[in-house]
C-alpha cells in the first residue's frame, strides 16, 4: 500500500521559532510538493522538487524553504515562524513520467498553529 | 483569478439526493482530477479524465474539453459523502505533475 506520512498530525510553535515538517514517502517518486490549504483559498502549493537537492518555488515561497538531501524525504522550514503560516500543510509525491497521468498520493496533513 | 473555479463552495444535501458540483478551468489542460477530503484531513483521488465520462459505483465524472467544464455527480448521496470534493487541473505541456486546484466545494449530507 502506498504511503506518504507527515512528522505531525498537529502542531503548535510560538512566533519566531524555527518550523521542521517532514514528509517521507515509500514508492520511490520523484516529484514531491509541500501545500498549505487555508478556508476558502484551497490548496496552494508551496515549493516542489523534482528529484534529490532539486526544488522548485510555486506559487507562495515567502517565508518558507526547502530541503531534500533523500529520494524519499522533502522537508518543509518556517525559519521564523508567524501567526498568518497558521495552516493545514500537505505534502504528496508523484512518479516522474513525461506526457502522462501521474497522480499525487498526498499525505495526511500537518494542522500548525503559531501563536 | 484561479486558473480553476468550482461552485458551489457549500452544498447541502438530504440523504438520497441526486448531487452536482461543477468545475470550470481557463486554461488548456492534459488531465482534470477530482478528489476527495475527508474531516482530518487525508486527500484521496477519485477519478482522472481527459475525455468523456467515468463512473465508479455512485459516482460519475464527465468532462467537456471544448467548454472547460466538468461535472462530479453522486447519485443516491449518502451521510458518509460528506467530505470536501476538490477538482484539480494539470497543464498541458506540464512535465513535473503539477496540478491547479480549486478552492473546493464542501459538502455536507444530512441522514
Known amino acids: 500500500d502506498v504511503k506518504v506520512t507527515q512528522s505531525s498530525r498537529y502542531l503548535v510553535k510560538r512566533t519566531g521559532e524555527k518550523v521542521f515538517l517532514e514528509c517521507v514517502q515509500d514508492?520511490?517518486?520523484?516529484?514531491m510538493f509541500w501545500y498549505r490549504q487555508d478556508p476558502g483559498l484551497g490548496l496552494r502549493l508551496i515549493y516542489f522538487?523534482?528529484?534529490?537537492?532539486?526544488?522548485e518555488k510555486g506559487d507562495i515561497p515567502e517565508g518558507y524553504s526547502v530541503s531534500r538531501e533523500k529520494k524519499e524525504r522533502f522537508s518543509l522550514i518556517l525559519e521564523s515562524a508567524s501567526t498568518n503560516q497558521t495552516s493545514m500543510y500537505l505534502c504528496?509525491?508523484?512518479?516522474?513520467?513525461?506526457?502522462?497521468?501521474?497522480?499525487?498520493?498526498f499525505g495526511p496533513g500537518t494542522r500548525l498553529t503559531v501563536l | 483569478k484561479n486558473e480553476v473555479e468550482q461552485s458551489p463552495q457549500n452544498l447541502t444535501a438530504q440523504e438520497g439526493e441526486f448531487i452536482t458540483i461543477n468545475c470550470s478551468y481557463s486554461?488548456?489542460?492534459?488531465?482534470l482530477h477530482w478528489l476527495q477530503q475527508h474531516p482530518g484531513g487525508g486527500i484521496v483521488s477519485l477519478f482522472m479524465?481527459?475525455?468523456g465520462k467515468k463512473k465508479h459505483g455512485r459516482l460519475i465524472a464527465t468532462i467537456n474539453i471544448q467548454e472547460k467544464h466538468s461535472s462530479l455527480h453522486i447519485t443516491a448521496s449518502h451521510p458518509r459523502d460528506s467530505a470536501v470534493y476538490i477538482c484539480?487541473?494539470?497543464?498541458?505541456?506540464?512535465?513535473?505533475?503539477?496540478?491547479?486546484f480549486g478552492r473546493g466545494t464542501q459538502l455536507t449530507v444530512w441522514p
Open positions: 484539480a487541473v494539470r497543464g498541458r505541456g506540464s512535465t513535473l505533475g503539477r496540478l491547479y
Open positions: 522538487s523534482y528529484d534529490v537537492k532539486m526544488k
Open positions: 486554461v488548456g489542460i492534459s488531465a
Open positions: 504528496a509525491s508523484s512518479l516522474f513520467r513525461l506526457n502522462s497521468y501521474n497522480e499525487q498520493f
Open positions: 479524465l481527459s475525455s
Open positions: 514508492m520511490d517518486h520523484e516529484n
